[in-house]
């Protein structure tokens, strides 16, 4: 950095040489020639211990004088700013539904894992069916905690109607005995539970 400064500095006074001769040269020619001479010279000298300077750091693998930075501005070409990549969201596959499905008055209801349905207490409730894809029908089972169908068969309560005023108050979730489990099950292995609320 001092070496292009100490060039500048020769340079400015070739410049300042140069125009103090153009005012010499109202007074008196041959000083004018004289001058102007010495101050093309000056000038030389500096603009050449520029390029040396210049030279020097470039062979060093540095460009960190002022006029070769601005030159550097002005020719480098401008890189083009990156375009940002959209994120591309991926549709979530289609999971298919696991359900229990119970009649209330008529109206078959899907209840999915851990949803409350909410019913008066002393209504009917029939057990469907279970919806488990991939597995065959008779290797699960829907049973209603708490009210006891056909003895013969454990835990299966698809197709009884179920009176929700006879329900058994010790298998209820709540101290209150207000609601019941609904559990869908592939032998021993609870799949999905639903809940029961009876209100008054």
Known sequence: EIGYLLALLVVGMGVLGIILALAINEINRSKFIISLILSIIILALGGYYYHLVGLYQSKAGKTTGPLNQALLRICRPKLARPIPEKEVVLPEPNV????????????????????????????????????????EKNLIRV??????????????????????????????????????????????????????????
């Open 143 to 200: 049973n209603l905690v708490g009210f006891i169908g056909n003895p013969k068969l454990e835990g299966e309560d698809r197709g009884c109607e179920i009176d929700t005023s006879l329900l058994l108050k010790r298998y209820a979730v709540n101290k209150e005995g207000t609601c019941y489990k609904i559990e869908m099950l592939k032998g021993k292995e609870v799949v999905i539970t639903a809940y029961v609320d009876l209100i008054e």
């Open 96 to 135: 298919p539904a696991i359900d229990i499905i119970v009649n209330v008055e008529g109206k078959n209801i899907f209840l999915k894992d851990q949803e409350h349905l909410k019913i008066k207490k002393g209504k009917k409730l029939k057990i469907v069916d279970g919806i488990l894809p991939g597995v």
